[in-house]
């Protein structure tokens, strides 16, 4: 008997690796997800389907897709090392007879399932998949009674970490296969998209984000790269407005009596209300020679129709001149490429001719690149902060500094700023201003301190968004805020009289 016993011992260990093979191919692939919102789906790749899994079906659900094992079976597999790396955290096993449902943890504990505590059990176990590998799987549903529902489409999302869990991207596909069964007209699936995206877009309230369709994108990259033709004014949008930022030096919006602060109400007799920015920008800009009609509001509320024809637009980024008294006047347009080279020759041709005071004029510069008006700032400030990057996510600010060349740092220094002064603009004066280096003259600047990113989609349209703020040296926020004057001077509308360039040249001399 004893050797029939040792036998059948030796048989049971020779056999046992085999059954755990055959056990892992029955189990191999079956896993649990969980979507955003909190439904539960059970998928096993070798038939490729997904199951969607609720308190009333999930006995009756499992009971089809497992095959059931005896208590001592199950203990079995537990106690295999090999199976439990393999398992861990996705291992699904029913007891035969009793309705009893296991899986295994990611420490590699055996849980039992209880219909009491079933959303808490699911949650423990749940997985992550990409979107992509859901799409891939052909969906089944079942209804509470474990009957599968046939002819009913259903979207799976994908739950991501901190994906909020009080909506439900279901009621979109709902609302999105109505609609293209049951609307009487013309359905434009792509139209439909883009509309859906930028509402999307536009719901986060944020005028500077907005989702851009294949050829909005494309008129606005040759903007970018393209030669510039129009009337030479830079603009924005501010509150909810296409608004001039500034009207270029010797260019036809100049000629033509643009200001700051003007919002375009229409163009070319199409209004601007729910334009975009890029869009506006696009129907303004045109061949030189050609005509464009705006119609202005302008900050007095009175509003003007103007016929501006359109040139080439040229910038001069810095000028300068010697005032009286050894008095440098350094005009800065924009903050260009050349901007920092300009402005050094600009400071080295003045300090020869004997100036030590020194007038910078930043009204109507609508910003440029970030990197000139940081290495700008280094003439005055050494080795310090220039502007603080906030970024909308957890990171941590980042901090941009300047290099060891502060020219004029023992040199007393007045910044002109208007509404026209904008984001670059803003960042230098700003600087300037919380470190006590120069006297900030003249209006409030516009208050564009933010970033956008521009990301490109896979069919040609593109995001452009809000992705972090500038800060002043003492984080002072500049969006919406602007830079105060320290010393406010208005330049009334009907005056020819430079008021606020005078201020600084009469004061900066004592």
Do not use: C
């Amino acid at each position: 008997m004893k050797k029939f016993t040792k036998i059948g011992i030796f048989i049971l260990l020779l056999i046992f690796p085999i059954y755990l093979t055959f056990a892992s191919s029955v189990y191999d692939g079956k896993f649990l997800f969980e979507n955003v919102n909190h439904r539960f789906y059970y998928t096993n790749p070798k038939d490729s389907n997904i199951y969607e899994i609720t308190k009333n079906n999930l006995l009756t659900l499992f009971k089809t897709i497992t095959i059931g094992l005896k208590d001592t079976e199950i203990s079995k597999i537990l106690n295999n090392k090999t199976l439990l790396n393999k398992y861990k955290g996705k291992l699904l096993l029913e007891i035969t007879g009793k309705g009893k449902l296991f899986y295994i943890d990611f420490t590699g504990t055996a849980n039992e399932i209880k219909i009491r505590t079933l959303e808490s059990d699911l949650s423990k176990f749940s997985q992550e998949i990409t979107q992509l590998d859901f799409n891939a799987i052909e969906l089944i549903k079942f209804d509470e009674n474990g009957n599968k529902i046939t002819n009913q489409a259903v979207n799976v999302f994908v739950k991501s970490e901190n994906e909020p869990t009080d909506i439900s991207f279901q009621k979109f596909y709902d609302i999105w296969n109505f609609l293209k069964q049951k609307y009487a007209g013309k359905v434009d699936y792509q139209k439909m998209l883009d509309g859906a995206i930028s509402g999307l877009v536009s719901s986060l309230g944020d005028e500077y984000s907005v989702y851009m369709t294949k050829s909005d994108s494309d008129n606005f990259m040759t903007q970018l790269t393209g030669d510039l033709e129009g009337i030479g004014a830079q603009m924005d949008m501010k509150n909810g407005f296409v608004t001039v930022v500034a009207p270029l030096d010797n260019t036809p919006a100049k000629s033509a009596g643009i200001k700051a602060g003007d919002i375009i109400l229409e163009i070319d007799n199409q209004s601007t209300l729910g334009m975009t920015l890029e869009k506006a920008v696009s129907l303004i800009r045109g061949q030189a020679g050609t005509n464009v009609v705006l119609k202005v509001k302008h900050l007095d509320n009175t509003e003007q129709i103007i016929n501006i024809t359109r040139a080439k637009i040229h910038i001069n980024n810095v000028s300068h001149e010697l005032k009286d008294s050894g008095i440098g006047y350094i005009k800065i347009t924009s903050f260009g490429l050349d901007s920092y080279s300009l402005m050094n020759d600009a400071i080295d041709d003045l300090k020869s001719k004997g100036a030590d005071k020194f007038i910078i004029d930043l009204r109507n510069n609508p910003g440029g690149y970030l990197d000139s008006a940081i290495k700008i700032a280094g003439f005055w400030v050494e080795n310090n902060v220039v502007v603080i990057q906030q970024s909308k996510t957890e990171t941590p600010d980042q901090s941009f500094s300047t290099g060891a060349n502060a020219k004029l740092k023992n040199n007393k220094t007045m910044i002109l700023v208007n509404g026209g002064s904008a984001s670059a603009s803003e960042i230098l004066a700003g600087a300037l201003q919380d470190y006590k280096l120069a006297t900030i003259v003249g209006e409030k600047t516009f208050g564009k301190g933010s970033i956008q990113e521009l990301v490109n989609i896979s069919d040609g349209s593109s995001l452009k968004v809000t992705t972090a703020f500038w800060l002043t040296p003492n984080k002072r926020s500049i969006e919406k805020n602007g830079i105060i004057p320290d010393v406010n001077i208005t330049i009334p509308s009907d005056s020819v009289i430079d008021t606020q360039l005078d201020y600084a040249l009469s004061t900066i001399k004592n």
